[in-house]
Nanobody, 123 residues
Framework: QVQLVESGGGLVQAGGSLRLSCVASGRTFSRYTMGWFRQAPGKDREFVAHIFWSGDGIYYADPVKGRFTVSRDNAKNTVYLQMSSLRHEDTAVYYC????????????????WGQGTQVTVSS
């Protein structure tokens, strides 16, 4: 079992930055591939970023490439999402997930989810 808790969301002006954190409980966190997703009102949950347990295997969705950076600290059981040059369209609830198997871009490939943290970007 892995429990995930996101934090760091908030209200920010367009062009600003935020850093999201996702803290995991459980001894096996370091063995999980982790993903960040987001869900805007009325839309499906969409892939944002992915990172292997080793810290490599980093992939991003096209809309966030060059603006977002995913990283992890296995000693702290934490995965981060540094978001810069934020845009109004980045407004969503952001979730971290621990991946089981399957396509890393699909929410169904993730076995565990946090409760989400709201990010609102004012234009």
């Amino acid at each position: 079992q892995v429990q995930l808790v996101e934090s760091g969301g908030g209200l920010v002006q367009a062009g600003g930055s935020l850093r999201l954190s996702c803290v995991a409980s459980g001894r096996t966190f370091s063995r999980y591939t982790m993903g960040w997703f987001r869900q805007a009102p009325g839309k499906d949950r969409e892939f944002v970023a992915h990172i292997f347990w080793s810290g490599d295997g980093i992939y991003y969705a096209d809309p966030v490439k060059g603006r977002f950076t995913v990283s992890r600290d296995n000693a702290k059981n934490t995965v981060y999402l540094q978001m810069s040059s934020l845009r109004h369209e980045d407004t969503a609830v952001y979730y971290c997930g621990a991946r089981g198997s399957g396509d890393y871009r699909r929410p169904l490939s993730y076995n565990y989810w946090g409760q989400g943290t709201q990010v609102t970007v004012s234009s």
